[in-house]
């Protein structure tokens, strides 16, 4: 940790850890990383163990790859992989600065260059650097959207170059092109924002199964006495896993009609108001439950926009990024600017959103029906 300045992984291990909400990981980490600047002990490892070291971190890589590819959406696995990949070579690092040699031989972390470069020389090189790079760029994978998130990391980045600056140029240069690369970097970083949220709506609706139709909030035409199947494609619509101990049966719903006209029912007046959001993909529906049913459903929407499948009473809802949320009296509620798939947490049990109270149309016999009731 010597070519490391003083307490600059400790900061950048916490910036991970705010970002990730890894706290403790990053607490951890930070007091072993800048603890080897106190604690003079060091230990003899040798070439085979740090290949067991270096096993083990395959496999817990291997490991975490597969459990996150068969538990988490498709679009999204990727980034939570990346997001903690620190903690997966973390062993490697903790165990290169507490040896007695501050550099490690790189054949021994790829199985294929212990193979093929058996007889090479070796070559050392010191994981520092390339751990705290990694470790930035894994907090800049948080799907919380932090506008101090930019601020923050400027600051470890001013603390990091500038103990490595070029003593020939003055400050003021130096802070010039340091200023010059911000500016650009922070027009990069939103603009690569950006086109994450494109791709993940694009992408997903390109590959997603178009027969499978968007609920419409106004209008829906049924099939009440013809032949025919009801479920047309063997696709899996969405999937729910409970958080809690959960009173069955579970009822979600998408939309709700009240007039019905011939095989058409229609939803009479069904003006749509915002939903309030409380930031960081929370929205709220002002209802307050001390100990709500808790779900998380992960489904998709098409063309970045959809109604969500909920329960009733719905008082909360949590980690889902849309760019709007609105939702009509009959309690269906609408998403705009939404990613492809969706993995958000449903807190229900309350009043939040529950079925409207009859009206005078709910009353209203039918005119053909009118003569029959009267006989």
């Keep these: ?43 003899e490892i040798s070439i085979e163990h740090f290949k067991w070291i270096a096993d083990l971190c395959a496999v817990m890589m291997i490991s975490t790859t597969i459990y996150l590819f068969f538990n988490q959406a498709s679009d999204q696995f990727v980034y939570i992989l990346l997001r903690y990949l620190p ?39 010191n994981l520092s650097y390339p751990f705290l790079a990694l470790v930035v760029i894994s907090a800049s994978f948080s799907p919380e959207k932090n506008l101090l998130f930019y601020p923050v990391f400027l600051l470890i980045a001013v603390y990091g170059f500038y103990s490595i600056r070029n003593r020939r140029y003055s400050l003021i240069i130096w802070g010039g092109y340091f200023l010059l690369l911000s500016s650009l970097g922070f027009a990069a970083h939103v603009g690569l924002n950006r086109l994450q949220l494109l791709l993940e709506r ?13 609920s419409d909030p106004f209008r829906s035409v049924t ?40 095989n058409e029912w229609f939803a009479l007046h069904p003006e749509f108001t915002r939903v309030r959001h409380l930031g960081r993909d929370i929205w709220t529906f002002d209802i307050h439950l001390h100990d709500p049913q808790r779900i998380t459903i992960i489904s998709s929407f098409q063309n970045g926009k959809g ?57 209203q016999i039918p005119e053909e029906q009118i003569e029959t009731k009267a006989s």
């Excluded at 300045?5 to 706290?23: E, K």
């Design 223 to 262: 099939a009440i006495g013809k032949v025919g199947e009801l479920k047309a494609s063997n696709r899996i619509a969405f999937r729910i896993r409970p958080e809690n101990p959960l009173q069955l049966p579970i009822l979600l719903r998408e939309a709700v009609y009240d007039r019905l006209y011939k």
């Design 202 to 214: 694009e992408g997903v609706e390109w590959f997603s199964n178009m027969n499978l139709g968007e």
């Design 1 to 43: 940790m010597k070519t490391i300045p003083v307490n600059l992984m400790a900061a950048a291990l916490l910036l991970w850890g705010w970002q990730t909400g890894s706290w403790g990981f990053a607490i951890i980490l930070s007091i072993l990383a800048e603890g080897s600047r106190v604690i003079r002990t060091r230990f």
């Design 307 to 363: 109604l969500l499948k909920l329960p009733a009473g719905v008082v909360r809802i949590r980690n889902l990024p849309a760019e709007e949320m609105t939702r009509n009296r009959f309690g269906a509620v609408r998403v705009e600017g939404t990613p492809g798939y969706a993995e958000y947490l449903v807190e229900y049990g309350g009043t939040g959103i529950s079925d409207p109270p009859p009206s005078e149309r709910d009353l």
């Design 87 to 125: 903690l997966i070579v973390a062993p490697m690092f903790i165990a290169q600065i507490y040896s007695t040699s501050d550099k490690i031989d790189i054949r021994t972390i790829s199985m294929i260059s212990r193979r093929s470069r058996q007889n090479a020389k070796p070559m050392y090189v």
